[in-house]
């Protein structure tokens, strides 16, 4: 929250689970049989706007993907209302995450306070397909008419049967010389066009970025302790990392351009992995960094403002 310089009109949290693959026998580690491997099954939430990791939490490997999503949300929501009150939160995940206790926590809240809304994926079934045949329909003609790939959206009202109420359902009818490509979308955001809610949604896309970088910069998938306790910490360490690396990125990317589209292995061989020479006398460390390191004036910045930071008394 402090991390936020300005208070922002729109909050986006991205939902979003990845595979931890286990070998050996650490605790609740647990075969999947989609996977075909004995695996974690970390639950992630990303600010989607920043791509800032906000929250980690370790699962078993046979724990479904919105499985403790709810209350991690919940706790999210409500830190978010209390520091930006007038500001609109959004959700946004894949179909996994539209199951009815998430879609109704969302909705609980925004009734409550206001100012919460989400977009989820949206499985296909016999039903949707049904309710879509018009567009899909229109989509055909106009590809056979054109031989070019066609994007149609409409949008209608559905409700599952494990849904207490009919929901605004979002279709992207495409159809290529691949044939026929149909997409579902569930929101609460009922008042904006069906093309532009879709590809808000496929924004939630870079999710999959953003843990891949923390994956190979930073390693968050060794979880190799053999209890689930210690590899739950270990995971939360990684998270603290991403975080510091996220907050360098963004502090050097005024003075650097580049530094602020970087991904974090970049960034560390760039700006942190720098040959110097170390020496130490009584009264002082000294490091001397060599001339020709052309990032040398970010460093001085990024080094002086950190040394400015307050330190935390140990008491």
């Not at 922002?8 to 991205?14: G, Q």
């Not at 706790?75 to 520091?83: E, T, Y």
């Not at 590809?143 to 209608?156: E, G, I, Y």
């Not at 870079?206 to 270990?234: G, H, M």
């Amino acid at each position: 929250m402090r991390s936020l310089t300005e208070t922002p009109d729109v909050i986006v949290w991205d939902s979003d689970s990845t595979t931890d693959p286990r070998h050996g026998q650490p605790q609740r580690s647990f075969f999947h049989g989609y996977y075909e491997q004995h695996r974690y099954h970390p639950l992630l939430i990303f600010d989607g706007a920043r791509g800032q990791l906000v929250s980690a939490v370790l699962r078993p490997g046979n724990a479904h993907a919105a499985r403790g999503a709810r209350g991690v949300l919940r706790r999210i929501i409500r830190r978010l209302q209390q520091c930006f009150p007038h500001a609109q939160i959004v959700g946004r995940g894949d179909s996994a995450f539209a199951v009815p206790r998430v879609l109704r926590m969302v909705e609980e809240r925004d009734r409550e306070l206001g100012g919460i809304a989400y977009v989820f994926g949206l499985a296909q079934n016999a039903v949707l397909l049904r309710f879509g045949a018009a567009a899909l329909t229109e989509a055909r003609l106009r590809f056979r008419a054109t031989k070019q790939t066609v994007q149609h959206f409409d949008a209608f009202a559905y409700a599952a049967e494990s849904w207490p109420q009919a929901r605004h359902v979002v279709l992207k009818a495409e159809v290529s010389e691949h044939g026929a490509n149909p997409r579902f979308v569930v929101t609460s955001l009922p008042e904006f066009a069906p093309a532009l809610l879709y590809h808000a949604y496929c924004e939630r896309g870079q999710c999959e970025n953003f843990i891949t970088d923390c994956k190979n910069a930073l390693q968050a998938d060794r979880l190799s302790c053999s209890t689930f306790a210690a590899n739950f910490f270990r995971l939360l360490e990684h998270a603290a990392a991403s975080g510091l690396l996220h907050a360098l990125r963004t502090q050097g990317a005024p003075l650097a351009p580049q530094l602020g589209r970087a991904q974090f292995d970049t960034l560390r061989l760039q700006l942190l992995k720098v040959a110097a020479l170390v020496s130490q006398s009584t009264r002082r460390l000294l490091v001397r960094l060599p001339s020709a390191f052309p990032l040398a004036r970010v460093f001085r910045h990024l080094a002086s403002t950190l040394a400015r930071r307050p330190v935390l008394s140990s008491a």
